[in-house]
T-cell receptor, first 113, second 113 residues
């Protein structure tokens, strides 16, 4: 199995631009999670989906952030407009059942200048 | 609501000596508990999990954890630290009652040769 796939691995963009991060979960997993990690705030759960439905989005920082899961094999996290404080590593993870062990992707390192 | 407390954000141990990372949780319902490890520039990897079976759980790389309901604890231990154990460790609780996940703030472990 290829594991959780995230793209791009690195993204550098200017403040105000739209950023879209992509995630392909492990085939057969029905739960998907988005995390953000920074030195200042540590690891934060942003949102998670179960069977393509958002279950808990209480970690999404503000309206500039949105996440979708149009089908079982694809999810996006969008930031519009981006700001320098959004610079972080964004991880996607998937699991078989939301309360079971998660498998993490390699992360996307986002830098907003 | 559930929460997870990991004290000692930074832990230093000498190579060959025991490792103890403390995790205390609060949960309204019977939880599942996990320990994850994150090596530098990597995603998180599952070390071990507790899901209401045996209270002493053995994981990868010689780690184990004991679930103590009376103390609401799930401390992680390893008898002898290895240089490769230098990483950040996260305790996680999943609460079936309200479909919520809670992450501890992590323990950064440094192994001294």
């Amino acid at each position: 199995d290829a594991g959780v796939i995230q793209s791009p691995r690195h993204e550098v963009t200017e403040m105000g631009q739209e950023v879209t991060l992509r995630c392909k979960p492990i085939s057969g997993h029905n739960s998907l999670f988005w995390y953000r990690q920074t030195m200042m705030r540590g690891l934060e759960l942003l949102i998670y989906f179960n069977n393509n439905v958002p279950i808990d989005d209480s970690g999404m920082p503000e309206d500039r952030f949105s996440a979708k899961m149009p089908n079982a094999s694809f999810s996006t996290l969008k930031i519009q407009p981006s700001e320098p404080r959004d610079s972080a590593v964004y991880f996607c993870a998937s699991s078989l059942g939301w309360s079971n062990e998660q498998y993490f992707g390699p992360g996307t390192r986002l830098t907003v200048t | 609501a559930q929460s997870v407390t990991q004290l000692d954000s930074h832990v230093s141990v000498s190579e060959g000596t025991p490792v103890l990372l403390r995790c205390n949780y609060s949960s309204s319902y019977s939880p599942s508990l996990f320990w994850y490890v994150q090596h530098p520039n990597k995603g998180l990897q599952l070390l071990l999990k507790y899901t209401s079976a045996a209270t002493l759980v053995k994981g990868i790389n010689g780690f184990e954890a004991e679930f103590k309901k009376s103390e609401t604890s799930f401390h992680l231990t390893k008898p002898s630290a290895h240089m490769s154990d230098a990483a950040e460790y996260f305790c996680v609780v999943s609460d079936y009652g309200n479909n919520r996940l809670a992450f501890g703030k992590g323990n950064q472990v440094v192994v001294i040769p």
